[in-house]
């Protein structure tokens, strides 16, 4: 079963920064691609940011330029930093494990709150 628990959530100022970890149960990332959603009140989840087995990194466009996907393999942890943040980057942010193969499921962590002000 994996596991995926994500931590660096917090307040910030508009305009600031956070780094998000995401630290998985085992050696995930030839078998899942990795990433992180965000969901606000009332709104569906978006998914911001996806890392795949080969490194290729991919972004929505509300946050392309800003966000950055990355892991550390060694450590079995993605992270996401995220630059020049704004209110309406405000949302619970989720690390996923995504599966190459149709036979696994998509796993999820507990999220983690990210509130910016104005």
């Known amino acids: 079963q994996v596991q995926l628990v994500e931590s660096g959530g917090g307040f910030v100022q508009a305009g600031g920064s956070l780094r998000l970890s995401c630290a998985a149960s085992g050696s995930i990332f030839s078998t899942y691609a990795m990433g992180w959603s965000r969901q606000a009140p009332g709104k569906q989840r978006e998914l911001v940011a996806v890392?795949?087995?080969?490194?290729?990194?991919t972004y929505a466009d509300t946050v392309k330029g800003r966000f950055t996907i990355s892991r550390d393999s060694a450590k079995n942890t993605v992270y996401l930093q995220m630059n020049s943040l704004k209110p309406e980057d405000t949302a619970v942010y989720y690390c996923?494990?995504?599966?190459?193969?149709?036979?696994?499921?998509?796993?999820w962590g507990q999220g983690t709150q990210v509130t910016v002000s104005s």
């Open positions: 996923n494990a995504r599966p190459y193969s149709r036979t696994l499921a998509v796993h």
């Open positions: 890392i795949g087995s080969n490194g290729i990194t």
